[in-house]
């Protein structure tokens, strides 16, 4: 079946500085991938959608300039964490559409946590 | 609020059948899904039913759709300890049926032996 491979699973960094998080399809291309935050036994927030070759859309609320997405290829997409702050640690989960098919496969999530 | 609305928590007997409700919104909702997430892990996509359906049923999991009530459930036969996860539906958001997935705040499902 089709797979989301995200990395990495877990990272610490500290205040200031920017973390890149990728997901990868690994055997179908992805079209449009979506990125969503999770907080603790709460519920997934979506953040952004992204289509292949062109800008992301980011929900309400959700800074652009500070959750950088690149959807450069139907295989990759990238979330940076610009000057990560303590309150941007957070479960992050990408979520991937093929162009056909009616489910979207998640990657695995990345634990961010900012100290 | 949310859209999705879902009780938070299940506790059910290893051997017995669960049963996890859902309420939406959106009328125009073309699918409608349940996913299971297991601790510090994403979301695996359990089943859909498609909005003209009324019932679906794969292996242990049964899906019933009331679309008069947009009532979504999903029943889980014989359960297992490997089954206590969170449950999440979730509808597409239309116009795009392809589009968005509103999720409910998710069900955690406790099974004892």
């Known amino acids: 079946g089709a797979v989301v491979s995200q990395h990495p699973s877990r990272v610490i960094c500290k205040s200031g500085t920017s973390v890149k998080i990728e997901c990868r399809s690994l055997?179908?291309?992805?079209?449009?991938m979506f990125w969503y935050r999770q907080f603790p036994k709460q519920s997934l927030m979506l953040m952004a959608t992204?289509?292949?070759?062109?800008?992301?859309?980011?929900e309400q609320g959700v800074e652009k300039d500070k959750f950088l997405i690149n959807h450069a290829s139907l295989t990759l997409s990238t979330l940076t964490v610009t000057s990560a702050h303590p309150e941007d640690s957070s479960f992050y989960i990408c979520?991937?559409?093929?162009?056909?098919?009616?489910?979207?496969?998640f990657g695995s999530g990345t634990r961010l946590t900012v100290v | 609020g949310e859209d999705v609305e879902q009780s938070l928590f299940l506790s059910v007997r290893e051997g017995d059948s669960s049963v996890i409700n859902c309420t939406y919104t959106?009328?125009?909702?073309?699918?409608l899904y349940w996913y299971k997430q297991e601790p510090g892990a994403g979301l695996q996509l359990l089943t859909y039913i498609f909005s003209n359906m009324d019932m679906k049923q794969d292996q242990r999991l049964t899906v019933l759709l009331n679309k008069k009530d947009k009532h979504l459930s999903l029943r889980i036969a014989d359960t297992q300890t490997g089954d206590s996860a969170i449950y999440f539906c979730?509808?597409?958001?239309?116009?795009?049926?392809?589009?968005?997935?509103?999720f409910g705040a998710g069900t955690q499902v406790v099974v004892t032996p």
């Open positions: 959106d009328s125009s909702s073309t699918y």
């Open positions: 979520s991937a559409r093929a162009r056909s098919g009616v489910g979207y496969t």
């Open positions: 979730a509808e597409s958001i239309p116009p795009d049926s392809w589009g968005k997935l509103q």
């Open positions: 055997d179908f291309q992805a079209t449009t």
């Open positions: 992204s289509n292949e070759g062109s800008k992301a859309t980011y």
